[in-house]
Nanobody
Framework: QVRLVESGGGSVQAGGSLRLSCVHSGYTNSRYCMGWFRQAPGKGREGIAY???????NYVDSVKGRFTISQDNAKNTLNLEMSSLKSDDTAMYYC?????????????????WGQGTQVTVSS
């Protein structure tokens, strides 16, 4: 069973930065996708970035140039560095895992999810 635990959320003023982390465990598959998703109040869940096991990344247009997804395999940690934060970035952020090297920002492709961490950006 894959387990994902996010941390690092909080409140920040617009223009500020935050780093989210997701510690993962419970799988030995060498081919996988890991992604970050977010859900704002009253909105659907949105895929914002993914990283493949070989390090290939992809981002939704709204966060390109501001967010960076990375992984630390030695620490079994997925990270999301967020900068130039805007009030529109306010949401619950989730990390997710897919046991396949075919990745997508579509949340329906991901099998395992963390509990989420809240990010609030005030203007």
């Amino acid at each position: 069973q894959v387990r994902l635990v996010e941390s690092g959320g909080g409140s920040v003023q617009a223009g500020g930065s935050l780093r989210l982390s997701c510690v993962h465990s419970g799988y030995t598959n060498s081919r996988y996708c890991m992604g970050w998703f977010r859900q704002a109040p009253g909105k659907g869940r949105e895929g914002i970035a993914y990283i493949q096991n070989d390090g290939i990344t992809n981002y939704v247009d709204s966060v390109k140039g501001r967010f960076t997804i990375s992984q630390d395999n030695a620490k079994n940690t997925l990270n999301l560095e967020m900068s130039s934060l805007k009030s529109d970035d306010t949401a619950m952020y989730y990390c997710a895992f897919r046991p396949s090297a075919v990745c997508s920002l579509y949340d329906g492709w991901y099998h395992y999810w963390g509990q989420g961490t809240q990010v609030t950006v005030s203007s």
